[in-house]
């Protein structure tokens, strides 16, 4: 824990001296930042761009075990080059960096370590309909399901092809793609037998101030484990439908409903998903917005019946989406959170949230994040409550060029946890930042 505190507390000197001199009092105008690095578009065909994010983290109970505490930071360096000779041709590539020090529990492993590598690099071709070939990061939707999920310092890539269409009633995506295994010692190669094909539709010009997006996604892997034992080919289909849009009497609201099917070997998948929230903002020189949300995921009723129930949340970007500590991911999960963000002036942004988890089958198990398995009871002798969440963060957006967030979840074990692990509380603080040194004016925050 002295470990812990050092570390945290350098984090928050460092963020000090920038933020409080920067920040607005309420309702007055937002000063112009001053520019802090220099402009990368160099020739009216080429730009380049520099990135360097920090974070300082830690935690306390990890696993759940009294004494497994741990403090670190992280970097993580981005240089790219875009070359475009005409409008409707792009090429991309982009190296990245990624590095962990300090760290003493559970080593530095992915994803927090991936030495200099090759992240991105693809041709762009078109416009009303483009082509991209090549090493991307893909993101559909909230990225509940496909996304680059950037919150990690060592984040996702494919390798493949995506071709999109514009019409007057949305965008029309294809993919065909293979996830990037990232190695620290080799060069990040694609492949293995893992497949994804889907399409992805954005209609926002069907209903007034509505979105709707239906996808369908083909999922195929090699040497899954079967319920009854040995390995074999994982083959899935995720059909689903996302529905944002805006209410009357400034509500909002966004859901998904999602189905699986398919095999493994003699295994069949019978999956599905759910997400729904509902929040309003209120007139005020904060901007309030408050909301509610509930997820549901399936699990499996018995780990050896032949039939798979999990939920597979595929490639998301799962930072926050279920509680800022990451300990909680989108497979067999009930999860409900009542939040409220607030942005007390332009350049500042503050949210909260308390969450409570249930498991949606007592003889399944807990999954991070990641997707991890955490700890199960296969007998479901262990209880269904999982735990609630209280976590807090805050983002200082200077400019386009440099960000600070801060943040720190607190999540107590329920009955479950409590018999199948320690049960001891977790704590996760952490301080991040993103400085752009050279590049163009950015159009929204980055994290």
């Not at 530095?108 to 070939?133: C, E, K, W």
């Not at 049960?423 to 950015?442: D, I, Q, R």
């Amino acid at each position: 824990m002295p470990r812990l505190s050092r570390l945290l507390l350098v984090a928050v000197v460092l963020a000090a001296p920038v933020s409080p001199a920067r920040a607005q009092s309420p309702g007055s105008e937002p000063a112009a930042p001053v520019p802090l690095g220099g402009d990368g578009a160099l020739t009216s065909w080429l730009l380049v761009r520099g990135e360097l994010r920090t974070r300082v983290e830690g935690f306390t109970s990890g696993g759940y075990t009294d004494g497994n505490d741990d403090a670190y930071w992280m970097d993580r360096w981005r240089f790219s080059a875009t070359v475009h000779p005409r409008a409707s041709m792009q090429f991309f590539v982009q190296a990245q960096d990624s590095r962990a020090f300090q760290k003493t529990a559970g080593g530095m492993a992915l994803p927090l370590r991936n030495t200099l590598d090759l992240h991105q690099g693809y041709a762009q071709f078109g416009s009303t309909t483009m082509v991209r070939a090549g090493r991307q990061e893909v993101t559909f939707g909230e990225q509940r399901l496909i996304g680059s999920s950037t919150w990690l310092n060592a984040p996702r890539a494919f390798d493949g092809v995506r071709v999109s269409h514009k019409t007057s009633i949305g965008q029309f995506d294809a993919v065909a793609l293979s996830v990037v295994v990232n190695d620290p010692e080799e060069f990040d190669k694609s492949g293995h037998g893992n497949a994804l094909y889907g399409t992805y539709e954005s209609l926002t010009g069907v209903v007034p101030r509505q979105a709707i997006e239906p996808y369908f996604f083909w999922r195929s892997s090699t040497n899954v484990a079967e319920e009854l034992g040995g390995t074999a080919a994982l083959h899935q289909s995720t059909i689903g439908v996302r529905m944002a849009g805006a209410l009357p009497s400034a509500f909002d609201y966004s859901g998904d409903i999602v189905l699986q099917r398919g095999s493994v070997g003699a295994d069949t998948v019978k999956a599905w998903a759910g997400h729904g929230v509902v929040g309003r903002t209120f007139s005020s020189p904060v901007k309030p917005r408050v909301f509610g949300e509930f997820n549901h995921a399936s699990g499996d009723a018995n780990p050896v019946d032949g039939t798979r129930g999990t939920f597979d949340q595929l490639y998301p970007s799962g930072h926050d989406k279920y509680g800022l500590a990451d300990q909680v991911g989108w497979r067999n999960i009930n999860h409900a959170r009542v939040a409220v963000d607030i942005k007390p002036t332009p350049k500042w942004l503050v949210s909260g949230g308390y969450h409570n988890f249930w498991l949606a089958s007592a003889t399944d198990g807990l999954y991070n994040s990641g997707g991890t398995l955490v700890a199960r009871s296969a007998a479901g002798t262990a209880g269904t409550y999982v735990g609630w969440e209280v976590d807090v963060q805050a983002a200082f957006i200077y400019s386009p060029q440099l960000q600070v967030y801060a943040g720190y979840a607190r999540f107590v074990p329920g009955e479950f946890l409590q018999n199948t692990t320690g049960g001891h509380t977790y704590n996760y603080p952490f301080v991040t930042a993103t400085y752009v040194f050279a590049g163009e004016s950015l159009t929204k925050p980055t994290k």
